[in-house]
């Protein structure tokens, strides 16, 4: 049960990703691409976590 709900959030994490990675790299404005750039970090760190986490279980 828990691992679904792991998959589904990870889902979620993959769909957000690349809408931020393209937002950071396209952006003009040093401010937008601060807030994209640690939105992608975050989203892809969590990616990892959720990825080793339905691996170990």
Sequence with gaps: ???NIFIIIAA???MMFP???ITAIRSSDT???E???IK???I???LVL???MVLRS
């Design 50 to 52: 959720v990825s080793l």
């Design 1 to 3: 049960m828990l691992v």
């Design 35 to 37: 807030t994209a750039a």
């Design 12 to 14: 979620v994490l993959g």
């Design 44 to 46: 892809f760190g969590a």
């Design 31 to 33: 401010e937008k691409y």
């Design 19 to 21: 809408y931020y990675l």
């Design 40 to 42: 992608c970090c975050l």
